[in-house]
């Protein structure tokens, strides 16, 4: 079953007329994921790529019933965009922008009734269930289908950890990467709680970094019962303090937030925690195989 | 992005928060006019730098009368200031603000910055202003209050009433703390601050409130949309190879290390420098190329990472996701011959079109080892560096 996106996700992309939205919409399609068109203000009407475009996201999802929904619109104008989409009712927003203000994305989070929609992201890769359907950017090829789920932080470390899973032989129900910023929509938390269900996923890779307490959250959340292997890794051991790594989130503040604390924190519920991105398969591979 | 002190204020005073009178200086002959229009039996210099822990490094001293003002000034201008958070090199200092003195009867601390966990901006107020805020919290939590704000209904009234009773200010004084403390509300928002931090707030004998001093950190990300506070950047406080990657639109900061690195994506150049120091090395630099870099992007990025003298040997570490490895290929192999390496060059590559990538590299006839994995290839550059 996987989780959030199957063979059922019909998506849109808005932003679907620019560079990157057209190169990862046909990306996308090519996988096999069902997409129906796309949404581009003042271009409603036309098709592109053989896509219907729409102005607006209401016209959009009514005309294409699309149940999910793929933004690249720049920076200034995403997290509208992310409201666009949650206002038309889309149960799955996955935003790729990087870039976006941070007090842009408060606002929005505050608005969005997360019951109705879902948002993953801004400024992550999105998803891919291997063989079924991809909503975002992670490179399909290097995927296999298996029963490991993967969330991240990071975007590359996503596709590191693939091909180690790969590797060992093993491969992936879904892949998530749930983005860099310090406020997103969807929490490693929020995602253990639907791996937790899914019955196609044996256990989980987390990738975490410094900045905020995310990590530490998951620890909690793993002590309270959650019942399958996780392996996991935090990026940033040598990252000075003060300093923002790339990432609007990664930054180690007045001594918190450090790699340290929170792979003590995770190593403390459990979690199989490897020191380096290097072990990420292996300890997988030796987690599943010493499974009681 | 960080900006000054005399620059918050600046920035403070046009949102409606009582400042000091004074005025910023780059030379001591400056300082003594400022002073002399001040007109107070005490002037305070201070030395503008991105630092905090000036008045222990030294870097804030007060003057009676313009004579001494010029005095100060000429000792602190040019001197390399040293504070805890400079490191042992300290920075130069080019500009004082040079303010009236005030007759302070207590100090408070007002701050706001963005709480992740709770999604929306927190203001703490505490009564023991002046100090180190991050060591109250530490020490004696429970004499800092705090508020959330609700991202879009703002700071309301009553909350900030609860702070400032929650301080211990008296009736008469609640009101005018209220009304700034709703103004720095206001700052926040109009400026798309990440932090924002009045410490000391004090009261003056005569019961005036006023920003004694004040710090500013903007969202990078938000700069777009102001230009004119964009403009307040001050780049002989950053590191200038850092400021020539940022013209890049490169993410690289500059560390101890003898190791340099480049890698795509910021979670995998962090993990990069991770296993550098796994291996027994330590990293010379962060840098990200970006997930869809070109060739033209790793040009820029290899010159910039050879800039470094410290830097005895060389990690490619990249991930072709998006980025083909083909493409990198060729951009390593122009950059290498462009910038004439002369330290150690050590290769891991893995992803779209890898073995094409593998070809080019070999058949360029360049000096370097290919690494088969990350940990491996971190090894190999340690030992050469």
């Known amino acids: ?48 790529e053989g896509w219907p475009v729409f102005d607006t996201m209401v016209q959009a999802v009514e005309a294409t019933g699309a149940n999910a929904s793929l933004i690249f619109v720049p920076p200034p104008f995403a997290a509208d965009a992310i409201l666009e989409a949650a206002s038309a009712g889309v149960p799955l927003v996955v935003c790729i922008t990087e870039g976006i203000p941070t007090l842009d994305m408060a606002r929005t989070l505050a608005l969005i009734d997360s019951r109705a929609t879902r948002l993953v992201g801004p400024n992550c890769p999105g998803l891919i269930s291997p063989g079924r359907s991809k909503v975002g ?9 298996g029963r ?37 929509g969807t929490s490693f938390v929020d995602t253990l709680q639907l791996f937790s269900g899914d019955n196609e996923t044996d256990a989980v890779i987390v990738i975490g970094e410094i900045g905020g307490t995310a990590e530490e959250e998951v620890a909690a959340y793993i002590r309270r019962g959650f019942k399958k292997p996780v392996v996991g890794f935090v990026a940033g051991q040598t990252a000075p303090p003060g300093r923002r790594m790339g990432h609007a989130g990664a930054i180690v503040a007045n001594g918190k937030g450090t790699a340290a604390e929170k792979m003590d924190a995770l190593a403390a519920a459990g979690v199989h925690v490897v020191e380096s991105p290097a072990d990420l398969g292996a300890a997988m591979a030796l987690a599943l195989s010493s499974r009681p | ?10 920035v403070l005073g046009r949102h409606g928060v009582p400042i000091p009178k004074g005025d910023v200086v780059v030379s001591a002959f400056e300082a003594h006019q400022v002073a002399e229009r001040l007109g107070t039996d005490v002037v305070v210099v201070k030395a503008q730098i991105h630092a905090g822990g000036r008045g222990k490094g030294g870097g804030i001293r007060s003057a009676r009368g313009p004579a001494e003002a010029e005095r100060v000034a000429e000792e602190l201008l040019g001197m390399q200031l040293v504070t805890h958070q400079t490191g042992p090199e300290g920075r130069k200092v080019a500009r004082l603000l040079v303010e009236e003195g005030l007759d302070i009867e207590r100090e408070l601390y007002l701050g706001l910055v963005l709480d992740r966990a709770a999604g929306c901006p927190v203001m703490m107020a505490s009564a023991t202003g002046g100090m180190d805020i991050e060591q109250v919290a530490a020490d004696t939590p429970a004499l800092i209050v705090r508020e959330h ?69 903007l969202d990078d990300n938000a700069l777009f949309r102001h230009k004119d506070l964009a403009k307040l950047r001050d780049l002989s406080e950053e590191e200038p190879l850092e400021v020539e990657a940022s013209k890049h639109s490169l ?23 991770d296993v550098i120091k796994l291996a027994g090395g330590e990293p010379a630099n962060f840098l990200d190329v970006g997930g869809g870099a070109n060739a033209e992007q790793i040009r820029n990025a290899f010159k910039i990472l050879v800039a470094d003298a410290n830097v005895k040997a060389v990690f490619i570490n990249i991930f072709g996701g998006i980025l083909r490895c083909d493409v990198l290929a060729k951009g390593i192999i122009a950059a ?30 360049l000096s370097f080892t290919l690494a088969e994995t990350m940990a491996q290839g971190a090894e190999h550059v340690v030992r050469l560096a």
Request: proline share 3%; glycine share 14%.
């Open chain 1, 1 to 48: 079953m996987a989780i959030l996106i199957d063979k059922d996700t019909r998506l849109l992309v808005q932003g679907l007329t620019g560079r990157e939205g057209t190169f990862h919409a046909k990306q996308s399609a090519a996988y096999g994921t069902t997409v129906v068109g796309g949404v581009t203000p003042g271009k409603g009407g036309t098709t592109h």
């Open chain 1, 137 to 145: 950017i992670i490179p399909g090829h290097i995927c296999c289908e």
């Open chain 1, 148 to 184: 490991v789920g993967i969330v991240s932080r990071s975007g590359t470390l996503v596709y590191e950890a693939i091909h180690q899973l790969t590797g060992v032989g093993l491969g992936l129900s879904t892949c998530i990467g749930i983005g860099g910023d310090p406020l997103i």
């Open chain 2, 1 to 10: 992005m960080k900006i000054h002190e005399y620059q918050a204020k600046m």
């Open chain 2, 149 to 217: 704000a609700h991202p879009t209904a703002g700071l309301a009234a009553y909350q900030a009433r609860k702070l400032a009773f929650g301080i211990g200010l008296g009736a008469t004084l609640v009101a005018p703390a209220v009304e700034i403390m709703r103004n720095l509300y206001q700052t926040f928002l109009a400026t798309d601050a990440s932090l924002l931090e009045i410490n000391p707030l004090v009261i003056t004998r005569g019961g005036q409130l006023l920003a004694l001093d004040a710090k500013i950190d």
């Open chain 2, 251 to 273: 993410n690289y900061i500059r560390l101890d290390g003898t190791i340099g690195c480049m890698v795509n994506g910021a979670g995998l150049a962090m993990a990069t420098m």
């Open chain 2, 336 to 365: 290498v011959r462009e910038v004439d390496l002369q330290v150690p060059l050590v290769i891991r590559m893995e992803g779209t079109n890898v073995e094409q990538g593998w070809k080019m590299l070999q058949a360029s006839g």
